[in-house]
């Protein structure tokens, strides 16, 4: 983008700057409400090209004063322009690993003088987030904000991607400021939410998405449907949505297309009668899995499980063992919660997977083994235990893997930091695995401070069986995914675990989040092939594989 035509200032009829904003379409700018407030025309130019064009100015957010929420405003043109507009960045762009370390730019008109532009140079970071509405930013040596920035976009001048959009500055020590605040384009589009027409989304088509969104227009997310989300999602959103389609959007954003089948199929029955037919028809057009599958057609849906939680009783040693399963994103038949010593929690555990069974065995998808168990069991060889005892035929023969079972109670810090992070990795796409050498120095809380400094780190790949204090740190992070082989390293050198390092990264490093427990089961059986004498990744692997959204219900009495 050479010419930047995008950037405009804002003023009054009567002439005078206000501030700045940005074009987004041929006849449609952003700007601060506040910039804007009490008017309903204004006057906007884009410097070198076009002056004084008259512009209608519609609030979006509901701001009614400074510190409000919502300080957003669209300015709309009379005559389209034929100035190219800004490149907006999607959610894969907004996350702290794109944002960190990189320098943005912001485009100010003073209101002294409608030709006077001004430049900022600015970080910032969605770590630096207050009352989840604003980014802190703060300029580099050598800039500062002004009177004028507001409404200016946050830029990258080397591809053009507009991150956000400049609200306000700290003008306390005189008329320049060293730091401000802007909205994230993902906190815009939550006041506009025609911009989600314009963002480069990777679900569904562009013109799929429109019509979804204005069939939904004006219908506000309720009581109803927020029970309807929970029941679909596993828990209650962090924040509520405002409207209908902001929670059809967060379901479409971070979870399978299934899931969003499902919490269409609950919203129907919430709109407007005329509407109803509508939401049918669009579904049947779009959504593949909406459509009954031809005869024959393999069906799609998640694997079913059998989940296996393990709750440490307060007193005697014991554990609360609960077999539950999970079929079609919901919870199936479970068995009572029984209490037996530790040294009979193999035994309860096969018995109770073994008459679980019938639920599972025989529907046409797949289906694997959760452990939901706790942090010290994590690294128990599962696998090796029966899932018919009779034969003693081994777990290994599908997919297993492992879960903290802190996280199955819905309200738990981990079990929200662990669904941020999930769903990153489901918006990804790829597992894009981070290497843990065991040699690396991470001592104390440093492997504490790697974590929540790289929250876009998903996927945790170790040499060896990783350190407690590793393992706590990571499970406090909310990494959802983790693999290591529960061999020590204890050798002078490295050459093993890293070479069990390197093998097992690249094994899962393109894969899709859904597919590991697979990858998971297939090294495990290739390690049973290799040479005893010679190390192999899949030899006793471990995977934590952690999706917040397969969340049974606690056992009765269960303080959750």
């Given at each position: 983008?050479d ?13 005078g700057t206000?501030g700045a ?7 449609r700018l952003l700007?601060c409400a506040?910039t804007?407030?009490?008017m ?10 076009g002056?004084d ?8 957010g509901?701001?009614?004063r400074a ?8 300015l ?8 190219t507009p800004?490149?907006?960045?999607g ?6 690993g794109?944002i ?6 912001a ?6 003088s409608?030709?006077?532009?001004r ?6 970071s969605?770590h630096q ?5 604003w980014?802190e ?5 050598g ?5 004028g920035y507001?409404g200016?976009?946050?830029?990258d ?7 956000g959009m400049v609200t306000?500055?700290d ?11 802007m909205?994230p384009v ?10 989600d ?5 990777g679900w569904?088509?562009?013109p799929a998405?429109?019509?979804?969104r204005e ?7 309720t009581?109803p ?10 828990r209650?959103?962090?924040e509520?949505p405002r409207?209908?389609?902001e ?6 954003e971070g979870w ?13 029955p ?6 109803r037919?509508?939401?049918?028809a669009w579904s049947?057009?779009?959504l ?12 799609r849906a998640?694997p ?9 009783a307060?007193?005697d040693n ?12 919901a ?11 530790e040294?009979r929690?193999r035994?309860?555990?096969e ?5 679980s069974l019938?639920?599972?065995v025989?529907?046409?998808g797949?289906w694997m ?5 706790p942090?010290?069991?994590?690294g ?5 235990w029966h899932?018919d005892r ?5 777990m290994?023969?599908y997919?297993?893997v492992?879960r903290?079972?802190e996280?199955?109670?819905p309200?738990?810090?981990r ?5 941020r992070?999930?769903?990153l990795?489901r918006?990804?796409g790829?597992?894009e695995?981070?290497?843990v050498?065991c ?7 440093a ?10 780190y998903?996927v945790l790949?170790?040499g ?9 740190a990571?499970l406090?992070?909310g990494?959802?995914?983790?693999l290591w ?5 204890d ?7 890293r070479g069990?390092l390197r093998d ?5 490093a393109?894969?899709p989040p859904g597919d590991?427990?697979?990858?998971a ?8 092939a ?7 990744c ?5 995977l934590l594989?952690?999706?917040?959204s ?5 056992p009765?009495?269960m303080e959750?």
């Open positions: 983008m010419d930047w035509q995008w950037r405009a200032w804002v003023g009054r009829p009567g002439g206000l904003a940005f074009l987004v379409d041929a006849t700007t506040h804007v407030h009490g309903d025309e204004a006057r906007v130019g884009f410097p070198g090209l002056e064009l008259p512009a209608r100015v519609i609030p979006c509901g701001w009614r510190g409000d929420h919502g300080d957003v405003a669209v709309e043109l009379k005559e389209p322009v034929p100035y800004a490149r907006l960045a959610p894969e762009e907004l996350h702290a794109a960190v370390g990189r320098e943005f730019t485009c100010g008109f003073p209101r002294h409608r030709d006077d532009e430049y900022a140079r600015l970080t910032t969605p987030r207050m009352r989840r509405e980014w930013l703060k300029t580099v040596p800039y500062r904000l002004e009177e507001s200016s976009a946050v830029y001048e080397l591809t053009g991607t507009v991150v306000n500055a003008f306390r020590d005189g008329d320049r400021a060293e730091f401000g605040w909205l993902s906190r815009i589009r939550r006041y506009w939410e025609e911009l027409d314009l963002l480069p989304l569904l088509t562009g998405r429109r019509e979804l069939l939904l227009d004006g219908v506000a997310f009581g449907l927020g029970s309807a989300l929970g029941a679909v999602t596993g209650p959103p962090v509520a409207t209908a389609w929670s059809v959007r967060d379901v479409a399978p297309e299934d899931r969003l089948v499902r919490y269409l199929g609950a919203l129907g919430h709109l407007p009668a005329d509407r037919p509508r939401l049918a049947r057009r779009h593949a899995s909406a459509v009954p599958a031809p005869a024959g057609a393999p069906e998640e079913a499980s059998v989940i296996v939680r393990l709750e440490r307060t007193f014991a554990f609360d063992v609960t077999v539950h399963t999970w079929i079609d994103g919870e199936g038949p479970s068995r009572r919660t029984e209490r037996v010593p040294r929690v035994a309860a555990v018995e109770g997977v073994e008459r019938h639920a599972v025989g529907r046409r797949e083994i959760e452990f939901a168990v942090e010290g069991w994590l128990r060889p599962f696998e090796e899932v009779r034969n003693r035929i081994p290994r023969r997919p297993v492992v903290d079972v996280r199955l109670r309200y738990s810090i079990h929200d930091q662990a669904w992070r999930w769903r990795l918006e990804r790829r597992s695995p981070r290497p050498d040699a690396a120095p991470r001592k104390g809380t492997f504490q401070d790697w974590l929540e400094a790289n929250d876009d998903c790949v170790y060896s069986r990783p350190v407690r204090s590793w393992l706590t990571a406090n992070n990494v959802p995914v983790m082989t529960r061999t020590a390293c050798a002078p050198g490295h050459d093993h675990c069990n097992l990264a690249g094994a899962v393109d894969a590991l427990p697979r990858i089961m297939a090294l495990r059986r290739k390690a049973l290799a040479p005893k004498d010679r190390p192999h899949g030899r006793n692997l471990t594989w952690d999706d917040p397969r969340l049974p219900d606690p009765l009495g959750v």
